[in-house]
């Protein structure tokens, strides 16, 4: 079965910093994977998607993600971080020809003046 | 309206009540999710609606009943609910090709109901 794993509930970086969010995912299979941006009191907005076209995967509001089979992972980076980017971000999953998303439990994302 | 709508965007309800959560989708999709979010647990998908037909429910209590009259529009009611049920709900769309089978990479999310059990 399919699953992600997200490393560390709570990232802090100084704006202007690298931000830097972990995904490994667990798969039999080349999955898709997602990066989900969750503002307070909002529901989750996609920030990127890898659908097996480029491994290297831009999105909206900077971020970027890199798709790395041989270490099962999709970090999440963005070179220089602002304080509007403050928010809880998700790492989610789902297997071709299936339906189902499994997502991460979460990071929230810290940044201080 | 655009994109996945959802309401009320707050609820609080007493355990005995009777109320219904009530999300709209207008990107032209025909397949419906709700979620239930949870402090410190992942999002638990709950049921799946493809063409107005449920095709998946996570062994969900009955105290949760949805509804999916037409492609659009996805219901979830709620009855005799436990205060362990307050949660963000978030309902989700995305579309599949009848024919092929295909089905789109992502979903979108409304902005959810927050809902409290007293």
């Known amino acids: 079965a399919q699953s992600v794993t997200q490393l560390g509930s709570h990232v802090s970086v100084s704006e202007g910093a690298l931000v830097l969010l972990r995904c490994n995912y667990s798969s039999s299979v080349p999955p898709y994977l997602f990066w989900y941006v969750q503002y307070p009191n909002q529901g989750l907005q996609l920030l990127l998607k890898?659908?097996?076209?480029?491994?290297l995967v831009k999105g909206i509001n900077g971020f970027e993600a890199e798709f790395k089979k041989s270490e099962t992972s999709f970090h999440l980076t963005k070179p220089s971080a602002h304080m509007s980017d403050a928010a809880e971000y998700f790492c989610a999953v789902r297997l071709t020809g299936f339906q189902k998303l499994v997502f991460g439990t979460g990071t929230r994302l810290l940044v201080s003046p | 309206e655009t994109g996945v709508t959802q309401t009320p965007r707050h609820l609080v309800m007493g355990m005995t009540n009777k109320k219904s959560l009530k999300c709209e989708q207008h990107?032209?999709?025909?397949?419906m999710y709700w979620y239930k979010q949870s402090a410190k647990k992942p999002l638990e998908l709950m049921f799946v609606?493809?063409?107005?037909?449920?095709?998946e429910n996570n062994s969900v209590p009955s105290r949760f009943s949805p509804e999916c009259p037409n492609s659009s529009h996805l219901f979830l009611h709620l009855h005799t609910l436990q205060p362990e049920d307050s949660a963000l709900y978030l309902c989700a769309s995305s579309h599949l090709f009848r024919t092929s089978g295909r089905i789109s990479y992502e979903q979108y999310f409304g902005p959810g109901t927050r809902l409290t059990v007293t």
């Open positions: 609606y493809n063409f107005k037909e449920q095709t």
């Open positions: 890898y659908t097996s076209a480029a491994t």
């Open positions: 990107l032209g999709h025909n397949a």
